[in-house]
Structure formats: C-alpha cells, structure tokens
T-cell receptor, first 111, second 111 residues
Framework: NAGVTQTPKFQVLKTGQSMTLQCAQD?????MSWYRQDPGMGLRLIHY???????DQGEVPNGYNVSRSTTEDFPLRLLSAAPSQTSVYFC??????????FGQGTRLTVV | KQEVTQIPAALSVPEGENLVLNCSFT??????LQWFRQDPGKGLTSLLL?????REQTSGRLNASLDKSSGRSTLYIAASQPGDSATYLC??????????FGKGTMLLVSP
C-alpha cells in the first residue's frame, strides 16, 4: 500500500519557470490538500479538494493552481516561480473527517 | 481565524523521563484534533486522532487528551527514548477536510 506519493522529492527552478508537483494517493480518499512548510511559519494550506472536479483556496493560494480530474491525483502547478515559493511542499489525503495521511514532501528551491 | 499554539517550542530531556507536550487552539468549534511526528527532512507521520466527542486516545506509550471547551490538548509520552526525538505537531480540523497546524515542539531525548 503506497499511501500518498509525491514527485519529485527535490527540485531547483529558475525565477519565472513553471512546473507541476505531482501527488497521488491509492486509498480512495475524497479529500486532498497541499501545504507548504517554512521555518518559523509552520504548515500553511495552499489549496484543497473535497472530490474530483471540486477545489478551493486555502490560506496562501497566490501563485499556485490546482485541478482534480480523478480521485487519485491532485497536482499543484506553479505558474511563474518566485524565490518566495522556496519551501517544502506536502500533499495530504483523508476520508471525510478522518485521519490525514501525508506524503514525504517536495523540497523546492527557486533561484 | 483559528490559531494553534504549541508550548514549549523545544524540549530536551534525558532518556526515561515522562513528558507532556501542550497544544492550545482559539476556536473550540473543532471537528477533531490530530497529533503528528516529523523527523528531520521527512514527512508527517500520524500518531493519534481525537474526535471532538472524545476525551483521550492512547497508542502504546503515547496518550493524547482533549479539553475542547478550554481549547487545549496534551500529548503525554511515557518513558521517553532517544528514538522519540523529533518534532511533534498538533493540528485541528474545523470542517471536514482541512487542518490548521501549530508550529511544533522539537523534542530531543538524550541517552
């Protein structure tokens, strides 16, 4: 049972480049979400989804885009990378109101 | 806006001690509360989930309590071991899907 899988694990981008962080889960969870973790700031919610075709913004959505075409996948797109987006990104999934499971994270550096 | 505070920010204890980590939240209208462990450079591992109707949950040497009316939760670790060294995160869920995190308590257990 793979759980929540994030790719890539590490990425370096130049300012202005775009990329997609991948997240997949094999637990048939309706709820999926993206967080970023920064020193001194804790984990902050970027976007979340309550099911295929339904997404909503979290606390820090600017500069990021999401879509959810299947239950399993919830990719996060950086439209035009900025140094302020240097962070560790975590994807999570859960059943409604139940225990959340997290991926191993993607460490992104924007230079 | 929900705010979650964890005290202390860091804790260093000798092996074998019993210890308590504290978590407080400003909005008592929560659905549940989840404690996580995070090792350096790794993802989040779920430790315990307490539903709003519960007072405590136990898993091995870990016991988490919840006092929703006062906005507090504690994580009790019995007979601490060096392998318990990690950052412990508390997160509350208000709706069915998203979590609000504290900034964590960094625990070091020395042999």
């Amino acid at each position: 049972n793979a759980g929540v899988t994030q790719t890539p694990k590490f990425q370096v981008l130049k300012t202005g480049q775009s990329m997609t962080l991948q997240c997949a889960q094999d637990m048939n969870h309706e709820y999926m979400s993206w967080y970023r973790q920064d020193p001194g700031m804790g984990l902050r919610l970027i976007h979340y989804s309550v099911g295929a075709g339904i997404t909503d913004q979290g606390e820090v959505p600017n500069g990021y885009n999401v879509s959810r075409s299947t239950t399993e996948d919830f990719p996060l797109r950086l439209l035009s990378a900025a140094p302020s987006q240097t962070s560790v990104y975590f994807c999570a999934s859960s059943l409604q109101g139940f225990e959340a499971f997290f991926g191993q994270g993607t460490r992104l550096t924007v230079v | 806006k929900q705010e979650v505070t964890q005290i202390p920010a860091a804790l260093s204890v000798p092996e074998g001690e019993n210890l308590v980590l504290n978590c407080s939240f400003t909005d008592s209208a929560i659905y549940n509360l989840q404690w996580f462990r995070q090792d350096p450079g790794k993802g989040l591992t779920s430790l315990l989930l307490i539903q709003s109707s519960q007072r405590e949950q136990t898993s091995g040497r870990l016991n988490a309590s919840l006092d929703k009316s006062s906005g507090r939760s504690t994580l009790y670790i019995a007979a601490s071991q060096p392998g318990d060294s990690a950052t412990y995160l508390c997160a509350v869920r208000k709706g069915y899907s998203t979590l609000t995190f504290g900034k964590g308590t960094m625990l070091l257990v020395s042999p």
